[in-house]
Antibody, heavy 118, light 109 residues
Framework: QVQLVESGGGLVKPGGSLRLSCAAS????????MSWIRQAPGKGLEWISH????????YYADSVTGRFTISRDNAKNSLFLQMNDLRAEDTAVYFC???????????WGQGTVVTVSS | EVVLTQSPGTLSLSPGERATLSCRAS???????LAWYQQKPGQAPRLLIY???RRATGIPDRFSGSGSGTDFTLTISRLEPEDFAVYYC??????????FGQGTKLEIK
């Protein structure tokens, strides 16, 4: 069955960096677009980044452009999010999600918590 | 930038009743790229509807989606106790690449 497992979250000071990972299994990872979506405490969902199946095309929300970098390693069935210059407003649960038919997110990980605080 | 506005913010209904949730876009979106999700506390969202009206795998037929242009609707025909949750609409294709609505909380009356 499809599984997405995020890791790498934690507590970081403002201005710091974190690298999130998402391990995929149960499907042909290299055939699918992937995205990162976050949810601040008590808030709604915010899409932040998308990567094509080969990694050649990437997109970002304005809120993270220039600070976050999405990447993937298809040989290792893994998705990554490098987060630099973190701010308090980046505090959230970060989900990786598979982009399915007609660009709905058909499978989600359980999320990893990122807290940015001094 | 496309903004999705969901209404109502909170909907209070009883099991067995019909729920109608609205998602309005600030500009026309392609209906084939409109999806709905259900999220329960402490869980990841679950895809319910994609392409505005297509049920995702394993989703009961009491869930249905409709709409086009700027107005979309998620209908739950007869509420079951497990349906009380937060629901989000989402679009793909206009800047930003994906947008979510702010959510509708469906609570037990």
């Amino acid at each position: 069955q499809v599984q997405l497992v995020e890791s790498g979250g934690g507590l970081v000071k403002p201005g710091g960096s974190l690298r999130l990972s998402c391990a995929a299994s149960g499907f042909s990872f290299s055939d699918y677009y992937m995205s990162w979506i976050r949810q601040a405490p008590g808030k709604g969902l915010e899409w932040i980044s998308h990567i094509s199946s080969t990694g050649s095309n990437v997109y970002y929300a304005d809120s993270v452009t220039g600070r976050f970098t999405i990447s993937r390693d298809n040989a290792k069935n893994s998705l990554f999010l490098q987060m630099n210059d973190l701010r308090a407003e980046d505090t959230a649960v970060y989900f990786c999600a598979r982009v399915g038919t007609l660009f709905g997110f058909d499978f989600w990980g359980q999320g990893t918590v990122v807290t940015v605080s001094s | 930038e496309v903004v999705l506005t969901q209404s109502p913010g909170t909907l209070s209904l009883s099991p067995g009743e019909r729920a109608t949730l609205s998602c309005r876009a600030s500009q026309s979106v392609s209906s084939i790229y409109l999806a709905w999700y259900q999220q329960k506390p402490g869980q990841a969202p679950r895809l319910l509807i994609y392409g505005a009206s297509r049920r995702a795998t394993g989703i009961p037929d009491r869930f249905s989606g409709s709409g086009s242009g700027t107005d979309f609707t998620l209908t739950i025909s007869r509420l079951e106790p497990e349906d009380f949750a937060v629901y989000y609409c989402q679009q793909y294709g206009n800047s930003p690449l994906y947008t979510f609505g702010q959510g509708t909380k469906l609570e037990i009356k």
